[in-house]
């Protein structure tokens, strides 16, 4: 990875962080000493209970999404960002679809394994046309704009536009739309494709269709990643 690319995903990462936990004090109704030994016991919990902690406090991704005022970047942690790069060196994949892009982070570390492997495309997908503005931004100072077809708009309109197959699909959207959108993403996938979707721990409810879908579909041979948020590693099969 370039030390440009590098330098802006740590930048971004950081402000990331900075802006979930700036929202969830100002959601959280307490004293900062509280706020701050509640974040501590957070860092304790396996990944597969956190999102249950949050949810003891009135607090979830969910929330973070909906609140008013300025929308969060909500970018994938660096670890996911690492293994979302590695699984595209290690599956060398044409045609990577990303549903739910936010500002770029997740797609900047598609770009960049696309561009160490020398050929590929990730269509990134992304309604909010501030977040879209953004990641355009992002992927042309790190130089991996030729590798990124951004979709702005609806996602499920996206999706409808589309056509051949893809290798590779990583969801990340509002979580209660999941099944839905992966029902009309289905015509897309191929023996072999690998979807990874985001979240399964951290709106753990909200995507449990979703996980009962591909659990019981002989399609689809499925497993949960214990990330912090909670990665579904699902193959197709058939």
Known sequence: MTSTATMLLRRLHEQSQTEVM??????????NEEFLT???????????????????????????????????????SAETGRFLR???LSHKPARILELGSSCGVSTLYFAEAL?????????????????CAQLRDHVR???????????????????????????????????????????????????????LADSMYTAEDAVRPYKQYLDGNPRFSTTTLDFESGIEFTVVVS
């Open 22 to 31: 700036a929202r969830a004090r100002a959601q959280f109704h307490g004293s």
């Open 141 to 195: 100072t790190a130089g991996v704009d030729v590798y990124v077809d951004l979709r702005e708009g609806d996602v499920f309109q996206a999706v409808s536009e589309l056509d051949g197959t893809f290798d590779m699909v990583f969801i990340d959207v509002w979580a209660n739309t999941y099944l839905d959108l992966f029902k009309q993403t289905e015509r897309l996938l191929r023996p072999g494709s690998i979807v």
């Open 86 to 88: 590695n699984m595209t």
């Open 38 to 76: 509640l974040a501590e016991d957070y860092d304790t919990l396996a990944p597969r209970l956190r999102g249950r902690f949050l949810e003891t406090l009135g607090l979830s991704s969910e929330d973070f999404e909906s609140s008013q005022g300025t929308a969060l970047s909500l970018a994938v």
């Open 115 to 131: 561009r160490t492997l020398g050929s590929g495309m990730v269509i990134a997908t992304e309604l909010d046309p501030v977040k």
